[in-house]
Structures are given as structure tokens and as C-alpha cells.
């Protein structure tokens, strides 16, 4: 199996709203990544747990707040988003974290803030 | 620092010809290469990718690139394409002074034209 999925795939949410993004994967991969995708634009990383851990951050608002429950899965909270927050957003994961390894993408989830 | 340069935003090709979409990076230090192609309303998928050994690799439908260290160039190319290459392709580059983070190009659409 070497499929990474994401729920929902869509999502309308209002800016005082709180939803969640989740994303699993069973390939037994220890690096897990968030990317956020804008409409003819390259995946721009979020976030990125190894094992389970926090390892990188990329100065992303706080009203975006990842968990890592266990290894195979991946959560992205979302609050009190803007609408310049309406993206793609892609969950990637590697069998380890690091530069030779490629990455698994979901189909990602279309977001929309009103 | 790395970066990545995709020299064409947009390649129109008709279909059965040849095509190359070109790439361009920078980096300090040994690098790893990758093709990345994103159909639409779908997650990126690998192509291709370098991390040693031959310079010229292949992808199992039809693509291929070629790792030249002296251009710090890896351009994608395939001698005949067909209406479904119709894509988004993504040169990436990673290094181990970046740890985790693949920095993604900027994209290329290749529209095959019947």
C-alpha cells in the first residue's frame, strides 16, 4: 500500500470557525510533512514530524496547529482562519526524514475560508 | 542555500513530439535531484528522481533526465509524449544541509495538444 489519504477532501469554513484536516498512512513511513498549495504555485512546506516529533516549522500563524497521534497519522487544526488561508493542502510522508528520500502525496484537501 | 530554477512556466507540444522542460539549481554541497508530475485535483507524484551513480535516469513511462554537474541542470525529456502528460511538473532539489526540506521549483505546464 502506498497511498497517503486526506480527509475531507473539501472544505468550506467560516473565519470563526474550528475544523480539523487529517491524513494516514500505512506504508510504515516515520516522516510526515504539511504543505499548502496556492493555484499555480509549487507546495510551500508547512511543517514536518520525524517520529513522531516536531522537527521543522516554517514560521507558520498559530492559527495552524499540527499533531502527530502516532506514526501513521497526521492532523492539521485549523482556527480563526483568513481567507487568503484558501489553499490546496498537501500531506506528504518518506519512508525517513532526510534529502535522499522521496516524498508520498496525498490528493490533498481544498480549502476555502469565507 | 538551495534553489531551483524551472526556466519555462508554460510548454504547449503537439502531440508525439519530442519535449524538454528544463531545470536549473544551486547548492553548495552534493545534491538530490527529483521530478515531481501533479495531474489536476490530484496530490504530486514522483517521476524520477537522482541521488548517485548514472547521471541519466528513467522513469517508467517514457520520461527521462540527465544529471549534469557542471550546468547544475537536470532536464526532463521524453521523445514522444501523448495527450495525458498533460500535467504540472515539479523539478525539486534537496541536500543534507537542508535536513528535512525539499525546495520545489516553480512548475511547469506541459499542455500536449492532439
New interface residues.
Partial sequence: DTE?TQTPKHLVMGMTNKKSLKCEQHMGHR?M?WYKQKA????E?MF?Y?YEKL??NESVPSRFSPECPNSSLLNLHLHALQPEDSALY?C?SSQE????Y???????TRLTVT | AQSVTQLDSQVPVFEEAPVELRCNYSSSVSVYLFWYVQYPNQGLQLLLKYLSGSTLVESINGFEAEFNKSQTSFHLRKPSVHISDTAEYFCAVSDWGGGFKTIFGAGTRLFVKA
Fill in positions: 497517503v516522516a510533512y499555480k504555485k509549487p507546495p512546506l514536518v520525524s522537527s521543522i498537501l506528504a526524514g532526510g534529502a535522499t522521496e516524498q508520498y502525496f496525498g490528493p490533498g
